[in-house]
């Protein structure tokens, strides 16, 4: 009994007779759970490597007793707990204890989720059929007909029929091992202490989670002898609650987890940062365009590829030294919805990452130019998709305008996808935002994994910088 | 050869831990147990009584009995003649182990890197050492979730995706009681559902790293970029006296240091760390430089781990006795006074400002432009931004007030950056300059050209 603590110090300070007897009523099934329990950590002698996860409930105090790491859970969360504590050391044995309150009623997302995850934990499942440390009240597990404090005239079918755990968690497909026991006489006692045990070894073997539903006694609420009590859970519970296995499908050895990496060479590969810094070509920021700060604005539909292209021009701009943001802006659609990119592109420090009144607007359909057009101001320019736009709109006097057909050149290259490409070519040819080598190595950069795609959206390129003729305004 | 049946040992009680519940008289086939008759004045209660003469040593009634330290194989020799310390058998010391700190691994130097707000976060995260990450999706924030979920198998950690965010804040709750640095990536509406978990974080004294990239709401609102959870997570994480550090990026190079900070300051006061970002911070891609170091985790003396050292720990917030609770409060608020020393703020044209700008996140980079723009034109603005929501960078802010006729709160909420402000100047016995405020919500955030109206319709006023 070694793995009981010496003295229950956390038992009221450990003072007189609680230094050495449990917080339980005279007759409680949950002692000799936990009985069973450290029998089976001490047969197994995993007793440094146990993390008991106690729960809400009349067991909420399994940590004054059980001598192994103990962490105490909220109401119907100890699975979640349990499974924190086993990844962060794949080695720990970890025990979620839990009683039918919180595990059939308020945790049931925890259990369910974490016995179909199928992480090998063990679960022990104390089923008394009432709520004990909140003075008796109606379980998810109270038989219909059943009296408590908030069933007075019994349970009916209007208030839900009885939670059967261990049913319902060997119907799933992630546990291993889940059975039924009871502790009405010796014989349902040595079954009980045989299920915890396996149950313990299931996961101290690698082999997968493991679910022991408990039917125990609780004499103090069912207002019964403990003797008649046991009579109670044999006659009542036992045709509701059938004992035995209900699922035993045990897998070799499987859960295996190396540790963590810490090397600087593993992270700095897996983030894709790189010593070698991109080639500069500009000589200096693009004063031309006005001001230190320049705002763009790429929109279109989903799909278009607004964005990427947004993030190829501030890539572009960060490769070159300056500072660029871009803040995509989508609809709540996946697919074909609108999407538009505000990019700033700043010799310093992008102060305002916002593009209300962009320099640049790249509209790759009708209504995002007729949505933004008004916004560009003087002295700024414009690029949509001749394509699609047939009828563009009056524009601002002194804005510059080109209407480019991303789409057809892009068509004509033979994938619609790089209209992007070809749009960025145009901007390109229409304001000198970089040196052409800036976008073009930024998008050999974009494609480095994708290398047999890189002829294509360089041709794609410099289509959409010849196609560029400045517009009547 | 197995044991014969009489000599095993057979049964003893000492009758005080007996509860007379009689569970081991029916275990017994030969009738040595029997119930009692008299009260044990010790507990009140009624212990069985043995007569051993039959006892073959079957040992059916150890399993029978429901305490541990009940009914029990006879001890070898008298036992009466022993030490009653020794009566439960002799026990090592109870572990003590040793802290092992965290160790700083140098970085080779890296080209710049162009990032989601969302993904400098969680690579923020990989740099302070955390290999778990727990989530569920959740809009704004899925980005930082599926970055974590891409790299960490590269390097040995988890991203495990939980079956929501109750769930996912009590694996934290798990993994950061075993003492390993852990995350996750939130946003508001799964924020609300992870407080539960926070307060049990805070009580039980749990680090962990809340990113929480708010949206608009209430209820389910919108995924538009909103500042409204400033209430919650200043004064309101779950129930009971909590109080966490709230650091307020609002770059994507602020995302990466001040998530990777997160976890330092997280494991040094034992407590949770939230980094408040917007939507509009977590989209948004910019420039980010990486540290020179990278941290490999330690292992605390508090966690409970799983191994021999650490076995003597318990991670608990209960105190049922209420003096203990009341220490137990003390000790917190104590823990929080020393936060304070947290404070964090960056000023911008501050120190000759009559008019101050108050603001955080995407906004105070708003306001920034706003505020440059009209230093050119000479008005005295600055841009007062504090790095740290709670603990409020009150010291910070009040050697700029002797100047300041007048602060302008930016803010994408209803005033409750405001209320942190007020209620930091009040709790200072500091006299608060007029306070205006421009302020939007539902996704809206306020625009540098609309600042800068705002910044000058109080000029005009003051002059």
């Known amino acids: 009994?070694?793995?009981?603590?010496?003295?229950?110090?956390?038992?009221?300070?450990?003072?007189?007779?609680?230094?050495?007897?449990?917080?339980?009523c005279p007759g409680c099934g949950h002692g000799l759970v936990h009985k069973y329990l450290a029998e089976a950590i001490e047969e197994l002698g995993i007793q440094d490597r146990t993390v008991a996860i106690s729960p809400v409930g009349c067991s909420v105090f399994l940590y004054y007793y059980?001598?192994?790491?103990?962490?105490?859970?909220?109401?119907?969360?100890?699975?979640?707990?349990?499974?924190?504590?086993?990844?962060?050391?794949?080695?720990?044995?970890?025990?979620?204890?839990?009683?039918?309150g919180d595990l059939a009623s308020i945790g049931l997302a925890e259990i369910v989720s974490a016995a179909q995850l199928g992480t090998p934990i063990t679960v022990i499942f104390?089923?008394?059929?009432?709520?004990?440390?909140?003075?008796?009240?109606?379980?998810?597990?109270?038989?219909?007909?059943?009296?408590?404090?908030?069933?007075?005239?019994?349970?009916?079918?209007?208030?839900?029929?009885?939670?059967?755990?261990?049913?319902?968690?060997?119907?799933?497909?992630?546990?291993?091992?889940?059975?039924?026991?009871?502790?009405?006489?010796?014989?349902?006692?040595?079954?009980?202490?045989?299920?915890?045990?396996?149950?313990?070894?299931?996961?101290?073997?690698?082999?997968?989670?493991?679910?022991?539903?408990?039917?125990?006694?609780?004499?103090?609420?069912?207002?019964?002898?403990?003797?008649?009590?046991?009579?109670?859970?044999?006659?009542?519970?036992?045709?509701?609650?059938?004992?035995?296995?209900?699922?035993?499908?045990?897998?070799e050895p499987w859960f295996h987890r190396e540790k963590p990496r810490?090397?600087?060479?593993?992270?700095?590969?897996?983030?894709?940062?790189?010593?070698?810094?991109?080639p500069r070509f500009a000589t200096g920021f693009p004063a031309h365009l006005g001001g230190t700060d320049i705002a763009l604005k790429?929109?279109?539909?989903?799909?278009?590829?607004?964005?990427?292209?947004?993030?190829?021009?501030?890539?572009?701009?960060i490769h070159e030294g300056y500072d660029a943001t871009h803040i995509p802006s989508y609809g709540p659609e996946s697919r074909g919805g609108t999407s538009y990119a505000d990019v700033h592109v700043s010799a310093d420090e992008v102060l305002s990452p916002a593009s209300p009144h962009p320099a640049i607007l790249v509209a790759f359909n009708a209504p995002s130019l007729a949505k933004f057009a008004p916004d560009v101001p003087a002295g700024g320019t414009i690029l949509?998709?001749?394509?699609?736009?047939?009828?563009?709109?009056?524009?601002?006097?002194?804005?510059?305008?080109?209407?480019?057909?991303?789409?057809?050149?892009?068509?004509?290259?033979g994938k619609a996808m790089v209209k992007n490409i070809v749009a960025l070519g145009a901007l390109q040819a229409a304001t000198k935002l970089f040196p052409e080598e800036t976008l073009r190595t930024a998008i050999r950069l974009a494609l480095k994994d994708k290398c047999a795609l890189i002829p294509l959206n360089e041709e794609a390129f410099s289509w959409g910088m010849r196609a560029v003729t400045p517009a009547p305004n | 050869m197995p044991t014969a049946l009489r000599e095993r040992p057979k049964p003893f009680l000492?009758?005080?831990?007996?509860?007379?519940?009689?569970?081991?008289?029916?275990?017994?086939?030969?009738?040595?147990?029997g119930p009692g008759r008299e009260i044990d004045p010790r507990t009140g209660l009624v212990p069985v009584t043995l007569n051993l003469e039959a006892c073959n040593g079957c040992?059916?009634?150890?399993?029978?009995?429901?305490?541990?330290?009940?009914l029990r194989p006879q001890p070898e020799g008298d036992f009466e003649l022993q030490d009653p310390e020794k009566l439960f058998g002799e026990r090592a010391a109870p572990p003590r182990p040793a802290p092992i700190p965290p160790r700083a691994i140098p970085l080779p130097p890296v080209a710049p890197l162009v990032l989601k707000g969302n993904y400098a976060a969680a690579i923020g995260a990989l740099l302070a050492g955390c290999r778990h990450v727990f989530g569920y999706p959740i809009t704004p924030s899925t980005e930082g979730a599926e970055l974590m979920a891409k790299l960490l198998p590269k390097l040995d950690g988890i991203f495990l995706q939980a079956v929501s965010e109750v769930a996912t804040v009590n694996m934290m709750y798990g993994c950061g009681g075993a003492g390993l640095p852990c995350m996750t990536f939130t946003s508001s509406p799964g924020f609300s559902l992870m407080l539960e978990g926070i307060s049990y974080m805070i009580g039980a004294e749990v680090p962990g790293v809340f990113v929480n990239v708010m949206r608009g709401g209430p209820g389910l609102g919108n995924i538009a970029p909103e500042q409204a959870d400033v209430k919650l997570v200043c004064r309101g994480l779950g129930h009971g006296n909590t109080q966490a550090i709230v650091l307020a990026p609002s770059t994507p190079q602020e995302m990466l240091d001040l998530t990777r900070l997160a976890f330092e300051l997280s494991f040094r006061y034992r407590n949770p760390v939230v980094v408040v970002a917007d939507g509009y911070l977590g989209q948004m891609t910019g420039k980010v430089v990486l540290p020179a170091t990278m941290m490999e985790p330690g292992l605390p003396d508090w966690a409970v781990f799983g191994d021999g050292a650490h076995r003597g720990n318990l991670i608990n917030s209960i105190y049922l006795d209420e003096k203990d609770l009341e220490n137990h409060n003390a000790r917190l608020n104590e823990k929080y006074r020393r936060m304070e020393a947290e404070e964090r703020s960056d000023a911008f044209s501050c120190s000759d400002a009559t008019t101050l700008v108050v603001a955080f996140g995407t906004p105070a980079r708003m306001a920034k432009g706003a505020v440059e723009a009209l230093r050119r034109e000479g008005v005295r603005v600055g841009l007062f931004r504090p790095l740290t929501l709670w603990p409020f960078p009150i010291a910070a802010l009040k050697s700029f007030l002797p100047n300041a006729k007048r602060i302008l709160v930016v803010e994408a909420s209803n005033g409750q950056l405001e209320d942190e402000l007020r209620l930091a100047l009040s709790k200072a016995g500091v006299a608060p300059p007029l306070i205006e405020s421009v302020r939007h919500a539902g996704g809206i955030l306020p625009q540098a050209a609309e600042i800068a109206a705002a910044i000058r319709a109080s000029q005009e006023v003051l002059a």
């Open chain 2, 14 to 33: 000492l009758p005080e831990f007996c509860k007379g519940c009689g569970r081991c008289i029916d275990a017994c086939a030969k009738d040595c147990i």
């Open chain 1, 1 to 24: 009994m070694s793995v009981f603590y010496e003295k229950f110090e956390r038992h009221a300070g450990g003072e007189g007779l609680k230094s050495h007897a449990t917080h339980y």
């Open chain 1, 126 to 251: 104390v089923n008394n059929a009432i709520y004990g440390m909140t003075g008796g009240q109606m379980a998810p597990t109270t038989l219909i007909g059943q009296k408590s404090a908030t069933s007075p005239e019994g349970r009916t079918a209007l208030m839900g029929q009885p939670m059967k755990m261990a049913e319902l968690i060997a119907g799933l497909d992630g546990p291993v091992y889940v059975e039924r026991v009871a502790l009405f006489d010796a014989k349902q006692r040595m079954k009980a202490k045989k299920a915890v045990l396996k149950a313990v070894r299931l996961q101290v073997e690698n082999r997968g989670l493991a679910f022991v539903e408990v039917l125990a006694e609780c004499p103090t609420h069912l207002g019964m002898t403990p003797e008649e009590t046991e009579a109670w859970v044999k006659e009542k519970m036992l045709p509701v609650f059938p004992l035995g296995v209900k699922k035993d499908v045990v897998p």
């Open chain 1, 298 to 317: 790429l929109a279109g539909a989903g799909g278009d590829g607004a964005q990427t292209a947004a993030m190829l021009l501030t890539r572009a701009a």
């Open chain 1, 384 to 413: 949509y998709d001749s394509s699609v736009v047939k009828d563009p709109p009056p524009f601002r006097a002194g804005v510059r305008v080109f209407g480019v057909p991303f789409t057809e050149i892009a068509v004509d290259l």
């Open chain 2, 59 to 70: 040992g059916l009634c150890f399993d029978a009995c429901p305490e541990p330290y009940g």
């Open chain 1, 66 to 100: 059980l001598d192994v790491g103990n962490s105490q859970a909220a109401h119907g969360r100890a699975p979640a707990v349990a499974l924190g504590h086993k990844y962060a050391n794949p080695d720990s044995i970890v025990i979620s204890y839990q009683g039918d």
């Open chain 1, 262 to 278: 810490f090397d600087a060479e593993s992270l700095v590969a897996a983030i894709g940062a790189t010593a070698e810094r991109p």
